[in-house]
């Protein structure tokens, strides 16, 4: 039975890769990377010129391309086909299979949904820094500080679960905001901390950008992460 090894790749920045990541995909028979349909992947992306000569790239496109909420019926019946498609082809690879997933696998990774369907003698996973640790550090401060609480919430919740998190954190890490940008800010503006919110665009990749969350428009890039900092005990 082949082996299926998901490699977490960080926050973006190759450099940031991992080595036992950079030794398993240079050395890959199979690549195989989530994307949006006609797009080449942001996983694929930020590996480009590492994948050996002649390896097989398997593409996996997503039926689904925009944030819904999880409560919504569409979502589940629209991705577990298409995930029980995947786990049954990377059942049958003559090769082993290297997966890539930007950030580390365990944290809103898609590779998770796979591995749930694979038998576990199969799989490996490879740890990655996550793309939040990567943006928190985009903004040269701490994000927590002595016994701050640090809070990670998804912006695809429903506006009135987001404010009650919201309000009962120091430190706060937002994802998958997307289009949910003007729902988190009305968020943070209720909550009263909308002035210290920071948004980070691609962090640590070239195309990085860093700004006050209330200097940016209605709506941000999918690899966007807001950012409050805890402000606790210091010596």
């Not at 000569?53 to 819904?68: C, D, F, L, R, S």
């Not at 580390?104 to 898609?110: A, H, K, N, V």
């Not at 369907?117 to 490996?124: Q, Y």
Request: proline letters at 9%.
């Amino acid at each position: 039975m082949a082996k299926v090894t998901c490699i977490g790749l960080g926050p973006g920045d190759p450099d940031l890769m991992s080595v036992r990541a950079h030794r398993l995909l240079t050395s890959a028979r199979i690549v195989a990377y989530f994307r949006k349909p006609g797009r080449e992947g942001q996983a694929r992306r930020m590996v480009e010129g590492l994948i050996p000569a002649g390896a097989e790239e398997w593409p996996m496109e997503y039926p689904v391309t925009t944030e819904i909420p999880v409560q919504d019926p569409g979502y589940n019946a629209a991705l577990a086909p298409f995930y029980d498609h995947w786990a049954a082809r990377l059942r049958s690879a003559d090769a082993d299979v290297v997966v890539l997933c930007e950030g580390d696998p365990f944290l809103y990774g898609s590779f998770m949904h796979l591995q749930s369907r694979l038998p576990a003698g199969m799989v490996g996973v490879v740890p990655g820094i996550p793309g939040m640790v990567g943006c928190w550090h985009a903004t040269g401060q701490p994000v927590t500080w002595g016994d701050d609480v640090l809070t990670v919430l998804p912006a695809t919740l429903p506006e009135a679960e987001l404010a009650r998190r919201v309000a009962d954190t120091d430190a706060l890490v937002v994802m998958k905001i997307g289009r949910n940008l003007a729902k988190l800010r009305r968020v943070l503006a209720a909550a009263g901390r909308l002035p210290e919110a920071w948004l980070v665009e691609h962090g640590t990749m070239p195309a990085e950008r860093v700004r006050l969350l209330a200097e940016v428009g209605e709506e941000a890039p999918y690899f966007s992460i807001a950012i409050i900092h805890g402000k606790g005990r210091r010596p």
